[in-house]
């Protein structure tokens, strides 16, 4: 039985939660419980709190976890990092007042930045040759500044949005982080053939949803300008139509060139374009 830690409430649950669900495991009890089974799979899933999440995966209470790439470094445990999964992607930076004159690295100088990851400030303010004081807070680190408790701060940033709220700006990104699947460094023979299972299917979610399948109807005469634009998993389906000299091509497309492709379909006479989503993708 392998046992996974992922957060019991907060920006990584759901879609924790959700991935396992794509990943076609079925929990019994799947909310905030401790402690659920899956049904389908020998796999108990611990609700908890994000932080405590690297210590238990260390510890062996959970085989693996999921928890920010950014909780991660911060708590430095001895836990292998196994794959990043592609959401809660974040940054974590450093913030000053809006109207704090800002040039380089070298004006964090004698200030007191308040943040909640302490470990990674001191490293970066450290390789960087920062005298800086550390007031480590444990949360609403961004009201900080404007309450005189510190003078800049370091903490997460997604859209930047909050900062700019509290009147600030960020000026360092020190770290960019996303969900990661974690794992204990000595799983047993049956739970390291579990999770090589796991991520075969976290993988075939992932590879989906970066790709798309597009089927299309052109002239026979435009099919190998066409076939340059697709190269597809391996080589496309051609299946001929009912009119003469008329084909339908089907195959997949990576997400980030899809769009290029499309408009250089269109000159290429192809008609009748779908575009549907992939659910798993093994290749
Ligand atoms: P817990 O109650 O589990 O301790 P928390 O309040 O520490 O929760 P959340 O705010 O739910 O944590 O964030 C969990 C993770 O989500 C972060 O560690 C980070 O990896 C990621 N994340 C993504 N975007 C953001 C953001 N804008 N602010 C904070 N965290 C973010
Ligand atoms: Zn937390």
Known sequence: MLKIAVQKSGRLYEDSVKLLKECGIQLNNGHKQLKAVAENFPLEVYFLRDDDIPQYVYDGVADIGIVGENVLLEKAKDIDLVFRLGFGKCRLSIAVPKNMPYQTVADLHGLKIATSYSSILQKYLQENKINAEIHEISGSVEIAPGIGLADAICDLVSSGSTLFTNGLKEVEVIVRSEAV????????????????????????????????????????????????LLPGMKSPTVVPLAEAGWSSVQT??????????????????????LVLPIEKMIV
Do not use: H
Not at 259 to 270: C, M, Q, R, S
């Open 181 to 228: 699947l974690c794992a204990n460094k000595d799983l047993s023979e049956e739970n390291a053939r579990l999770l090589e299972k796991l991520l075969l299917r976290i993988n075939s979610v992932k590879t989906a949803k970066n790709n798309k399948y597009i089927m299309l109807n052109a002239p026979n005469s435009q099919l190998k300008n066409i076939f340059s």
């Open 252 to 273: 997949v497309v990576n997400e980030n060139d899809f769009w290029e492709v499309i408009e250089k379909l269109k000159g290429y006479d192809a008609e009748g374009i």
